[in-house]
């Protein structure tokens, strides 16, 4: 059985730090690509980012640009989002999902069940 | 960036009735298009994936169309655990991007 487990989230004063991780199981980690995907408080879904299954190619939204960094270790099963300099407007559920992407289709199939970012004072 | 837009954004049905929601993309997306399901407090689900195809263990009585910049989710028969919310999303191109949504209630 697929399994993401995010955590890591909290509240954290605004300029802060907070690092992110999920924990795959159930699936070969190092042959998909994995996303995290937010969602601020009664809003909508956010995609913020992609990284391939062995680290070499990186890809953000535009609002977390220099600020969240996604990394992954393959052999611990693990993805991560460094985030930094975290303002009121990044506070959301995070999810990490993970993608597939093949010739033709390009999906999501698999989601954790979210932690919440709280950027505050 | 390509924008989603969803319409409506809410709609009330009963149970029984056939749903459609639409959407469309700003500029020509093929057939990257994915709808996923979600309900309060749970993370989203896949449930059509590159417009029309249904992803395993999703009932039959959801499906999808369309190409280009305009797609659509139906919903035949909707069924108690149908209300949710559900969202659009284009994989043709990054940043990747959602519609807003659109919530199913009961009437």
């Known amino acids: 059985e697929v399994q993401l487990v995010e955590s890591g989230g909290g509240l954290v004063q605004p300029g802060g730090s907070l690092r992110l991780s999920c924990a795959a199981s159930?699936?070969?980690?190092?042959?998909?690509?994995m996303s995290w995907v937010r969602q601020a408080p009664g809003k909508g879904l956010e995609w913020v980012a992609n990284?391939?299954?062995?680290?070499?190619?990186?890809y953000y939204v535009d609002s977390v640009k220099a600020r969240f960094t996604i990394s992954r270790d393959n052999p611990k099963n693990s993805l991560y989002l460094q985030m930094n300099s975290l303002r009121a407007e990044d506070t959301a559920v995070y999810y990490c999902?993970?993608?597939?992407?093949?010739?033709?289709?390009?999906?999501?199939?698999?989601w954790g069940q979210g932690t919440l970012v709280t950027v505050s004072s | 960036d390509i924008q989603m837009t969803q319409s409506p954004s809410s709609l009330s049905a009963s149970v029984g009735d056939r749903v459609t929601i639409t959407c469309r993309a700003s500029q020509t997306i093929s057939s990257y298009l994915n709808w996923y399901q979600q309900k309060p407090g749970k993370a989203p689900k896949l449930l059509i994936y590159t417009a029309s195809s249904l992803q395993s263990g999703v009932p039959s009585r959801f499906s999808g169309s369309g190409s280009g910049t305009d797609f659509t989710l139906t919903i035949n028969s909707l069924q108690p655990e149908d209300f949710a919310t559900y969202y659009c999303?284009?994989?043709?191109?990054?940043?990747?991007?959602f519609g807003q949504g659109t919530n199913v209630e009961i009437k």
């Open positions: 999303q284009q994989s043709y191109s990054s940043p990747l991007t």
């Open positions: 990284i391939k299954e062995d680290g070499s190619e990186k």
């Open positions: 999902a993970r993608r597939q992407w093949l010739v033709g289709k390009d999906l999501m199939d698999y």
């Open positions: 159930g699936f070969s980690f190092s042959s998909y690509w």
